[in-house]
């Protein structure tokens, strides 16, 4: 217990920008600055483990995860699979479907619902957990104080500043567009493209990350042309070569253009469409669509923080260096989530939130296992990682062994005429320990979850193959890749 706790002042329960008074000058535990996946966890768990807690959050709470990331991008690919399996209907289960007809705006609409839906889900958490928010833009005024300003669109927050022992920052990430680039007239982040409730006809996709490629398959199942643009060799930089080749093969199946090794150079606006120049080793190519959507990645939100005002240092990248506790270099600003490094990712954010306040509360050892957080893509087929890719094992000098099955081998997968992916498991040869896997197909992102548990157990691949799997499931493909691993698979 600190001495600046005052657990009365829990009574004042949830507070929204107005009636703030009575809590301008008091004392909190911990100051959040940010309300996603990372701030609000980390919010609850402080709370938790006995701590008084402030949120400050300027746009809308959830974070870009909630508002304008994981879950409304998640509703919409929902969309998506059920206007293609309607359309697969007739040609695969013998059910004539007559003309389909799309009210796009409702498909935007259904995914803003969902979004609103949690958010709200996450103010009555913070009420229920007895956590202050205070509407505003928050920035670091001194080691124990953040100063509240004005947010756009809200009214002028009734304190001009909250006190406190520790102050958590998680801040997130920002959309990036290339120099010279503006969004409107059909360009757009994914920010826009959550919003625009026009279907274009044709739209580029720069950008073959998590990202573009899940924009490119959702607007390619609601009939646009698309084409996907990306600057390396191969779709989804840095993961599992094999993987990323099934999926490019994939969206070609489906119709979506893939150039790979094209450099963005520049684009023009032409008779209300966009010609869109590229770079491909030194020849100059250009496509034209009525709508670009810019998926080049996010720029940590260190920004105006004022946190070189308390000496916190930022890497190149512009992210917050943290140690592994999560302290930044002032002792009291501890950061976490997109602000911190990479992955990107809302459950990284939230196991990091979760870390740093138990760290703080002395009731866990400093560390963090990145090789433990799953890279999820939610296109069809889906794709999932976790831990160390086949390559990436022998660079270490590690001896391994890989099993990999192919969904056709497995009876589920037929049975539900999902058979597009395998799964592949990479051990060490001498123990057998899963160092990771890598899956790419139906439903691919609940079924890594197995793999993660298994890395944190420590499991072997003979330990998942010997454990009945139910059937028919599609997590029977991960029982087999284990049990290929061993050179014992029964089904392929
Ligand atoms: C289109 C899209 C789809 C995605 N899909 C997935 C997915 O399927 N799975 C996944 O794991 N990840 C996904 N992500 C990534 C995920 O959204 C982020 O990794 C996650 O939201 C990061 O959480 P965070 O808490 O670090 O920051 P954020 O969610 O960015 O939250 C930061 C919050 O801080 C607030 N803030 C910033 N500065 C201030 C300030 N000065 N004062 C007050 N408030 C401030 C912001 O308004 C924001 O609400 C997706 C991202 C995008 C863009």
């Known amino acids: 217990m600190t001495a600046w706790r005052r657990p009365l002042a829990h009574f004042y329960g949830f507070i929204s920008s107005g009636g703030l008074t009575s809590l301008a000058n008091s004392r909190y535990d911990l100051a959040v600055i940010g309300s996603g996946p990372g701030g609000y966890v980390a919010a609850i768990r402080a709370t938790q483990l006995k701590m008084r807690v402030a949120v400050v959050e300027r746009e809308e709470v959830g974070g870009v995860c909630l508002n304008w990331g994981c879950i409304p991008s998640k509703a919409l690919l929902n969309s998506a699979e059920t206007i ?13 479907v007559g003309e389909v007809k799309v009210d796009f705006a409702r498909v935007i609409k259904r995914s803003r619902e969902a979004a609103d839906k949690l958010s709200k889900g996450v103010r009555f958490l913070f009420r229920k957990n007895k956590i202050d928010l205070f509407e505003a833009n928050g ?26 022992e ?9 959309e990036r567009l290339f120099g010279g680039m503006k969004v409107g007239d059909g360009v757009m982040t994914s920010r826009e493209a959550l919003l625009n409730d026009h279907l274009p006809e044709s739209v580029v996709v720069i950008g073959a990350g998590a990202v573009g490629l899940e924009f490119a398959y959702f607007y390619q199942a609601f009939g646009a042309k698309v084409t996907v643009v990306e600057l390396e060799k191969q779709m989804l930089p840095g993961f599992d070569a094999e993987i990323a080749e099934e999926l490019r093969r994939s969206f070609v199946r489906r119709g979506v253009t893939v150039m790979l090794g094209h450099g963005y150079k520049s684009m023009e606006r032409k008779g209300g469409r966009w010609t869109v120049t590229l770079d491909a080793a030194g020849t100059a190519k250009t496509v034209d669509a009525e709508a670009v959507l810019v998926a080049v990645g996010r720029s940590p939100l260190s920004p105006n923080l004022g946190l070189e005002k308390v000496g916190v240092e930022l890497d190149r990248g512009g992210f917050i260096k943290v140690d592994d ?8 600003v501890y950061a976490i989530g997109d602000v911190i490094r990479p992955p990107l990712l809302a ?7 979760i870390a740093a306040v138990e760290i703080m509360a002395g009731v866990r050892e400093p560390g963090f296992d990145l090789m433990s957080i799953a890279g999820c893509i939610y296109c069809e087929p889906e794709v999932a990682t976790v831990g160390l890719t086949e390559a990436q094992a022998r660079e270490r000098g590690i001896e391994v062994k890989v099993g990999k099955i192919p969904f056709r081998a497995i009876g589920k997968a037929v049975a539900v005429n999902q ?7 990479v051990a060490s040869k001498e123990y057998s ?6 899956i790419i197909g139906h439903r691919a992102t609940d079924l890594i979850s197995e793999i993660v548990l298994g890395r944190t157990l420590e499991t072997t691949t003979a330990e998942i193959g010997k454990t009945p799997h139910p059937h028919p499931t599609l997590s029977e493909a991960i029982m087999e890749a284990a049990l290929a691993a061993e050179g014992e698979a029964i089904n392929f």
């Open 419 to 425: 058979t597009e992916g395998f799964v592949k498991i």
């Open 139 to 164: 920035s670091i005024a001194g080691p124990n104080s953040v100063a509240l300003g004005q947010a756009a669109g809200k009214p002028a927050p009734a304190a001009q500043a909250i006190e406190a």
């Open 325 to 332: 506790s999560f302290r930044t270099a002032c002792p009291s």
């Open 166 to 174: 520790r102050i958590l920052v998680a801040s997130g990430s920002g």
């Open 84 to 96: 293609e399996s309607i359309r697969g209907a007739g040609k695969e289960h013998g059910i004539e």
């Open 347 to 353: 459950h990284k954010a939230s196991a990091e939130g």
């Open 433 to 438: 320990e899963v160092l990771g896997a890598q």
